[in-house]
Antibody, heavy 120, light 111 residues
Framework: EVQLAESGGGLVQPGGSLRLSCAASGFTFSNYAMSWVRQAPGKGLEWVSATSGSDGSTHYADSVKGRFTISRDNAKSTMYLQMNSLRAEDTAIYYC?????????????WGQGTLVTVSS | QSVLTQPPSASGTPGQRVTISCSGSSSNIGSNTVNWYQQFPGTAPKVLIYSNNQRPSGVPDRFSGSKSGTSASLAISGLQSEDEADYYCAAWDDSLNGRYVFGPGTKVTVL
């Protein structure tokens, strides 16, 4: 059974930093691209960033480019999101999501999410 | 402002058919497949339809998807009370070095 467990969320002041983790199990982590998707309170889903399985390629939403860095440790089956220069508008539940295998781009498994609150 | 557009709400009585539209452009829906996610309050989203019209195992066949040009739609036939949820369309977008885009979501209410 696929399991994705986010951690690292919490309260941080504007301008601060936070690192989220997503621990994966139940599948061969290195074979799958992964993403972070966030959801501000009462709002819709927003894709944040993606990392490929093994070739190191990454993508970012414009709203976080230059501030957030996605990475992964395939040996530990863990994905990370380093968030710097945090703003109030980054307040959201952050989900990690596994991209399905194959040519189609969609997420077939999601974690339960971790809440990040940016406030003074 | 979302790249994809959806109506904010839709409703129907039990047994009715409800359709949700999703409009995009040539860089997303027009050139990539469309996915639909269902989300209940306080829970993570779940894929409902992928590749325009494919249902993952376990998704009831009353849910169906279609795509034409730069638009897509999700249909719920035989609406049930447990279908009351938020529904998001999504697709890969080839612009701006590539990104995955979600619609703003449609709240389905069962009257």
């Amino acid at each position: 059974e696929v399991q994705l467990a986010e951690s690292g969320g919490g309260l941080v002041q504007p301008g601060g930093s936070l690192r989220l983790s997503c621990a994966a199990s139940g599948f061969t982590f290195s074979n799958y691209a992964m993403s972070w998707v966030r959801q501000a309170p009462g709002k819709g889903l927003e894709w944040v960033s993606a990392t490929s399985g093994s070739d190191g390629s990454t993508h970012y939403a414009d709203s976080v480019k230059g501030r957030f860095t996605i990475s992964r440790d395939n040996a530990k089956s863990t994905m990370y999101l380093q968030m710097n220069s945090l703003r109030a508008e980054d307040t959201a539940i952050y989900y990690c999501a596994k991209r399905a295998r194959g040519a189609w781009y969609y997420f077939d498994d999601w974690g339960q999410g971790t809440l990040v609150t940016v406030s003074s | 402002q979302s790249v994809l557009t959806q109506p904010p709400s839709a409703s129907g009585t039990p047994g009715q058919r409800v359709t949700i539209s999703c409009s995009g452009s040539s860089s997303n829906i027009g050139s990539n497949t469309v996915n639909w996610y269902q989300q209940f309050p306080g829970t993570a989203p779940k894929v409902l339809i992928y590749s325009n019209n494919q249902r993952p195992s376990g998704v009831p066949d009353r849910f169906s998807g279609s795509k034409s040009g730069t638009s897509a739609s999700l249909a719920i036939s035989g609406l049930q009370s447990e279908d009351e949820a938020d529904y998001y369309c999504a697709a890969w977008d080839d612009s701006l070095n590539g990104r995955y885009v979600f619609g703003p979501g449609t709240k389905v209410t069962v009257l």
